[in-house]
């Protein structure tokens, strides 16, 4: 796991939907929400398969390993955006 980082108190603005959703998860869960927050967060940016990628290959540096997580994140997004795209035209014509 990447190294553990102090956390910071931070104020953002959410959906509300999306805050209910987080609560009820924390909720069934039995986690705190903010951990809900993180793990998403984590997700976005890649640092789930920075871990997966570390733990697997502990010959890579944290360096090689973010990039090799850059590189998927970068590539999962493109192919959310061409299936996006896809379902947007299918449903023109």
Known sequence: MLAS???????????????RAA???????????????????????GWDILDELLARSSDLTEEEAMRIAVEEVHAT???RARMADTKRLTRQG
Request: aromatic content about 10%; cysteine-free.
């Open 5 to 19: 980082m102090a956390r910071v108190k931070t104020t953002t603005y959410i959906d509300a939907r999306l805050r």
């Open 23 to 45: 609560k009820t998860v924390a909720a069934r869960e039995g986690i705190k929400e903010y951990e809900v927050y993180e793990e998403a967060l984590r997700k976005y940016l």
């Open 77 to 79: 997004r493109e192919e």
